[in-house]
């Protein structure tokens, strides 16, 4: 091919590409591509033209590139060579005149000095340096001149939409359909891809632009060379192919390369405004750390720059989160001190509980019960400065026997206000179990001092969020040890609210009177051959008799039928845990629980079983002689063998010398139950 001939074809090929990058100002349109307005195909009338005379000019007239033009060429050209290709596109698309004048065989240092300032791959040897960057940076489709395109594929050397690559680009094995008469080592002299127009992947097959297939078979069948003149000429071209190939590999690594510099771009600007914001922030007067929050949010997420504008715009949007996180962030602050407060009156609380004797424990409040206590609630809640330390708190650990007994009395009276003012129990023909307790115009009505001591008086604990299970109270014994409930400050002098923070790990809603408790206790106390307005628990736990429930159905077992049996206190917290009260799908025993009192014999036997329990093995024990296990409980063989060496206390006794420490509660591990009858079941009767 002759050097005249390859010049105009690659003058020809620059051009369309700029055409195509962009129309210049002279009439260009893409082909293939429909009007953006229909045309007129009347003339203006006379009243349009005088509407246009009557409009006022415009305020700002369209400025001009002409006077560009009358620069020295050099010092042009020096000027263009600053800009980068893309910017050197836009320029030659302004108008005619400066599109000639880039085109031009001079202007090939602009293209040349802008290529070498983004260090861009040189252009192959078939492509010039305007063609070069109009296939780089231009956005245009080189088939159909679609815009915004984004994806070049260097191996065919062209800029393609997704329309287009999908009617263009022909997998080898059916080119056969497009082309019967295709000689297949024609394919050898065509570049070709490696991603098909379906498909977003690169795969092991060969993809050709239909028109370079329709070319090349042009080419060889017009070509009038001997046979060694094609074969140089087929050399040449499979030369060329690889080139491109291995040029097609820079390209993509120069890709990944320009893609990588614009996002780290793209991030710096991102945390540029995000800097910005959390200035305006901070000068509002929140912390950094309440702009966490603001992380992923999207107006932290764009490299736009912050403006005046925009942050009136956002800071709507953003503040009310900011404002929240750092509500949280004070009352995390404020809750992380007053913990390390509540840790120092916990070590001086546990230094003044072990000067106690060990059976005085269980009367004395927990640690976060203290904290509630108007003085020390004071020192907690104080500001951080000034600093608050352990003397500070001792003055009043120091008056806690007083406190405590105060407490303690306030506790009682506020007990003492739960019972009726009136109690009628005794049983009678109409009401043979004794079920109605509550009578306010009874006359017969106990000292106020003495009920909390009666049997019949019961409370009950409304749940306590896993601590215990649904129980009774019976006695002031049992009602001054219980101390899952929260609500103190109902009841007590102090104003200070619950605290927060620390790991409490017990809280209740309340104590109230137990309507139901006090019915099962009336009864039972009849049963025991007593009076329920005169009994005491004291009378009940010396009868320490046994007690069933007939609602219970015997059970089969490995030795034969057996039924549960009850002490009389927890008789009481069966029926209150309502077993019979709708919980079971058998409606025939969602019915009141109706007890009976058992044998002496059957009696001793339920009381050995007691004794024997798992329960007693589990790790519940403590010396009643010193505090050493106070808060570590162990196994009673382990206290046994401690008061053996420590106490030289060789039979130890209960529960002076030692006893279980629970803190609420808790049920045998195994059923309590003794032998009865099986059902019985009428035989069948033979006609």
């Known amino acids: 091919m002759a050097p005249s001939q390859v010049s105009r074809e690659e003058d020809d090929f620059d051009s369309a590409l700029l055409d195509l990058a962009g129309p210049a100002s002279g009439g260009y349109r893409a082909r293939n591509r429909a009007p953006a307005k229909r045309a007129k195909t009347y003339s203006t009338s006379f009243a349009s033209k005088k509407n246009n005379q009557l409009q006022k000019p415009k305020s700002r007239q369209k400025k001009s590139l002409s006077l560009l033009l009358t620069m020295p060429l050099d010092v042009l050209y020096e000027t263009f060579g600053q800009l980068n290709p893309k910017d050197i596109l836009s320029l030659a698309r302004t108008s005619k005149t400066i599109r000639e004048r880039l085109m031009s065989r001079s202007a090939l240092t602009v293209w040349k000095a802008a290529r070498e300032h983004l260090d861009v791959p040189e252009p192959p040897s078939d492509m010039s340096e305007p063609a070069w960057a109009a296939l780089l940076f231009g956005n245009v489709c080189h088939n159909c001149g679609a815009k915004n395109v984004q994806n070049v594929d260097f191996l065919l050397r062209k800029r393609l939409c997704l329309k287009c690559r999908k009617s263009g680009i022909v997998v080898e094995s059916r080119l056969k359909t497009n082309f019967p008469a295709l000689d297949r080592s024609i394919l050898d002299l065509i570049p070709h891809t490696d991603i098909g127009g ?6 092991n097959s060969r993809f050709f632009w239909k028109e370079d297939v329709e070319r090349m078979i042009q080419t060889v069948a017009t070509q009038e060379q001997t046979a060694d003149k094609m074969e140089e000429f087929k050399e040449e071209r499979k030369k060329l192919v690889k080139s491109v190939q291995f040029a097609a590999r820079e390209c993509r690594e120069w890709v990944d390369n320009q893609d990588r510099e614009r996002q780290m771009d793209k991030e710096i600007l991102i945390e540029k405004r995000r800097e910005a914001i959390c200035k305006r922030f901070v000068e509002l007067g929140y912390d950094e750390q309440d702009l966490t929050c603001l992380t992923f949010d999207e107006e932290l997420r764009t490299p736009t720059q912050l403006t005046e504008r925009t942050w009136q ?14 509500e949280q962030r004070i009352e995390l602050e404020l809750t992380a001190l007053w913990d390390s407060r509540i840790s120092m009156v916990d070590d001086l609380y546990e230094g003044y509980k072990r000067s106690l004797t060990p059976p005085q424990w269980k009367y004395l409040p ?9 003085p020390f609630a004071r020192l907690i809640r104080a500001p951080a400065e000034p600093v608050i330390s352990q003397e500070d708190f001792q003055q009043w650990i120091d008056m806690l026997p007083e406190m405590l007994s105060s407490l303690s009395e306030q506790k009682r009276k506020y007990f003492a206000t739960m019972f009726p003012v009136a109690s009628s129990t005794q049983a009678s023909d109409e009401n043979p179990q004794g079920r109605e307790i509550l009578d306010t115009e009874a006359s017969s009505v106990p000292p106020i001092q003495n009920m909390m001591e009666l049997a019949t008086s019961v409370l009950e604990c409304h749940g306590s969020y896993g601590a215990h299970e649904h129980c009774g109270l019976v006695g ?19 104003s200070a609210p619950w605290l927060g923070g620390g790991d409490r790990n017990v809280r209740t809603k309340s104590i109230k009177f137990s309507v139901q408790g006090a019915k099962t206790a009336s009864l039972l106390v009849q049963l025991a051959g007593l009076d329920p307005t005169t009994a005491s628990t004291f009378d009940m736990d010396e009868k320490d008799h046994r007690f069933t429930c007939s609602r219970c159905s015997p059970r089969p077992g490995y030795h034969g039928w057996t039924a549960d049996g009850y002490s009389w206190r927890r008789a009481i917290s069966h029926d209150i845990q309502n077993y019979h009260r709708g919980k079971t799908w058998d409606v025939r025993r969602a019915e009141p629980c109706s007890w009976k009192i058992l044998s002496n014999a059957i009696g001793d036997e339920l009381k050995a079983k007691e004794v024997t329990d798992p329960k007693w093995d589990q790790a519940l024990w ?21 008061l053996a060496t420590e106490h030289a206390i060789v039979e130890p006794e209960e529960p002076s010398d030692l006893f279980v420490f629970e803190q609420f509660p808790s049920d045998f591990t195994e059923r309590i139950a003794y032998s009865v009858p099986g059902p019985w079941t009428p035989s069948r009767v033979l006609v």
């Open 198 to 203: 379906w498909a977003n992947s690169r795969s």
């Open 313 to 326: 715009r956002i800071r709507p949007t953003l503040e009310p989160m900011v404002r929240q996180r750092q």
């Open 366 to 374: 927990g640690t976060h019960d203290i904290c509630m206590l108007e």
């Open 476 to 494: 002031v014994e049992e009602f001054m040890t219980h101390h899952c409930d929260s609500e103190w400050q109902s009841y007590s002098n102090s």
């Open 622 to 642: 403590t010396c009643g002689r010193c505090s050493i296990y106070m808060t570590d409980l162990q196994h009673r063989h382990d206290i046994v063998l401690h």
